[in-house]
């Protein structure tokens, strides 16, 4: 079964990872904006 899920995972992996990275990269980024306010205002 765990073998057949990471096939399952593996194929959509392939279709969807350049939607994850650009997820992750905004994430980043939003976080970065909101760090870079609280330090300025500390």
Excluded: D, I, P, T
Excluded at 19 to 40: D, I
Aim: hydrophobic residues 25%; positive net charge; without cysteine.
């Amino acid at each position: 079964m765990r073998a057949e899920r990471r096939k399952q995972w593996k194929s959509h992996w392939r279709k969807y990872k350049h939607l994850y990275k650009g997820a992750r990269v905004e994430r980043r980024n939003k976080w970065r904006q909101k760090w870079e306010e609280k330090f300025k205002a500390s």
